[in-house]
């Protein structure tokens, strides 16, 4: 809602290419708040990989010295890690911070749809009915943020060409990552590359033709956002090279 207040403060109620810029930008917008506060817990995140590629030969010793003796083998990792300052878990923490946040901004995207009929449904989130209508009725390019791939119409094309955007985007942000650490020497290690290089994106072009157009306009601002931070991570913060 600050966002679009904001835009439409600048606009006005522009609805140029057939689009309500200040309900397109206000979601575009709303991605980048979220992704911008995210910075210095990624920031953390990164550092802590890389402290971790460092440690690696160390924390291999250990698995090695105390193979069978998992209690010992945890308490002498702890050490390591307070020793060094180092926590295995400021690398989930972005996640962690951010997945209430996106299901919970998917929600209200997904909510605003024009067959929500009930008063109490669409003021649920604070909204005014006079605003609810018009976030239900916003446009991206002649189609209804509301509607689906399925729609057909402007829905289908534009749905369409954001799904592609989407998927590419995800895809190259895998094949970025694994090109520039390597392709990880474990069988369970190379599965989950395998995973986030093409299994995430299938899913994203499945989920995509089910989603509301907003839900996949945010997911698309994310996937690019998420693509050009990680270029700009691995240029301040290159790879630790591997030490054999």
């Given amino acids: 809602m600050f966002w679009h207040a904001a835009w439409e403060r600048v606009l006005g109620d522009a609805s140029g290419w057939h689009t309500n810029w200040s309900w397109a930008l206000g979601i575009v917008f709303l991605v980048l708040t979220v992704r911008v506060a995210l910075i210095p817990l990624v920031v ?27 209690g010992t083998l945890q308490t002498k990792l702890r050490e390591l890690y307070r020793a060094e300052r180092v926590s295995p878990l400021a690398s989930i923490l972005p996640m962690l911070v951010q997945a209430p946040i996106l299901f919970g901004l998917l929600h209200v995207l997904r909510h605003l749809r024009p067959a929500v009929t009930s008063a109490g449904a669409r003021t649920l989130y604070g909204w005014t009915l006079t605003q609810f209508d018009s976030a239900a009725s916003a446009k991206l ?22 799904i592609v955007v989407m998927v590419v985007a995800t895809f190259l942000t895998s094949r970025q990552l694994i090109r520039s650490t390597g392709w990880a020497a474990e069988a369970q290690g190379r599965l989950v590359q395998r995973l986030m290089l093409v299994g995430v994106p299938a899913s994203l072009l499945v989920s995509g033709a089910f989603f509301p157009l907003g839900v996949v306009l945010y997911w698309t601002t994310q996937s690019l956002f998420a693509y050009a931070q990680q270029t700009w991570i691995l240029r301040r913060f290159p790879p630790v090279p591997a030490t054999h």
């Fill in 141 to 162: 390019f002649g189609a209804p943020l509301a509607a689906t791939l399925g729609a057909g119409g402007p829905s289908l094309i534009v749905a369409a060409v954001l």
């Fill in 44 to 70: 953390r995140q990164v550092r802590s990989q890389r402290a971790l590629q460092v440690l690696q030969p160390r924390i291999k010793a250990l698995q090695e010295e105390h193979r069978g003796d998992f």
